[in-house]
Every structure is written in structure tokens, then in C-alpha cells.
């Protein structure tokens, strides 16, 4: 192909057609600039389809790190359950002056006022975070992730 247009070139050189050689060179940079442009939009299309990808695993990474902190805090509510109706027994058994100490008060004491620290994975907001939030395109999700955390 090279030697094609190279043969057109030399032609229209030796026969002193200036002005046809001109718009020959002209075409031939009209074109380089179609191909420069053509691979531009191509490494455009596949960097944004790069981007689309990481945003979706990083969007699912993080759901599956809220849907196990929901079920975490789910089992650690229906603990706390249990507790408040044992506070509500010790709070009878100590405003009933008659009642008699009894090793039952120290388990419902223990249960009671023991220390209760829920660590919710955040993980994945760290991860997000080093990564760069503007991964997540969309500003209402980015928002309310960064929110939550």
C-alpha cells in the first residue's frame, strides 16, 4: 500500500503537476488524521468500557460487604432482644426490695451491662476509598455510600 501511494507521488512529481501533487499530500494527510481520530475513539471506547468494569466489581464488592454487616447487625438486634427482656427482669428483681440476691442476678447482671461492640466491615470503603471514589460515576450512589460510611 506504502508503495502504491509512494509510486503516485514520485508520478505526479516527475510530470511537474504541481498543484495535483498538493492535493494528492493534501489526501494523504486528510487521511492519517482519520486514522489518528479512528484509534483515538477506539482507545476512548475501551478505556471507558475498563472503567464501567471496575466500577461494577468495586459496586458489587461493596454490596456483598453491606449485605453481610445487615445480617450482623440483624443476628446482633435480635441478641439485644433477648437482653432488653432481661433488663426488664432485672429491673423488676431490683425494684422489688423483698426480693433475695441469688446467683440468677449476676447472669442477668453479666448479659445485661456486658460490653456489647459491633465492628462492621468497612473494608471495602477503605478500598473504594484508595482507589479514588470518582470509580462510581453516579453522584447519588457515591454520595450515599460515603454517607453511610
Do not use: C, W
Amino acid at each position: 500500500m506504502i508503495r502504491f501511494f509512494s509510486k503516485i507521488r514520485n508520478l505526479l512529481i516527475s510530470e511537474n503537476k504541481l498543484s495535483k501533487y498538493l492535493l494528492y499530500a493534501l489526501g494523504e494527510i486528510i487521511l492519517v488524521m482519520i486514522g489518528i481520530l479512528l484509534a483515538l475513539q477506539v482507545n476512548l471506547l475501551n478505556n471507558n468500557r475498563k472503567d464501567k468494569e471496575i466500577e461494577r466489581k468495586v459496586l458489587v464488592e461493596l454490596k456483598g460487604g453491606l449485605e453481610k454487616d445487615r445480617d450482623l447487625l440483624q443476628e446482633r438486634k435480635t441478641r439485644d432482644s433477648t437482653h432488653y427482656e432481661d433488663l426488664t427482669i432485672l429491673h423488676s428483681l431490683l425494684d422489688n426490695p423483698d426480693h433475695p440476691y441469688n446467683p440468677e442476678l449476676d447472669r442477668l447482671f453479666g448479659r445485661v451491662y456486658g460490653i456489647r461492640n459491633v465492628r462492621l466491615n468497612m473494608a471495602f470503603y477503605e478500598d473504594l476509598k484508595s482507589n479514588g471514589l470518582q470509580i462510581i460515576k453516579d453522584e447519588d450512589v457515591r454520595f450515599s455510600i460515603v454517607n453511610l460510611f
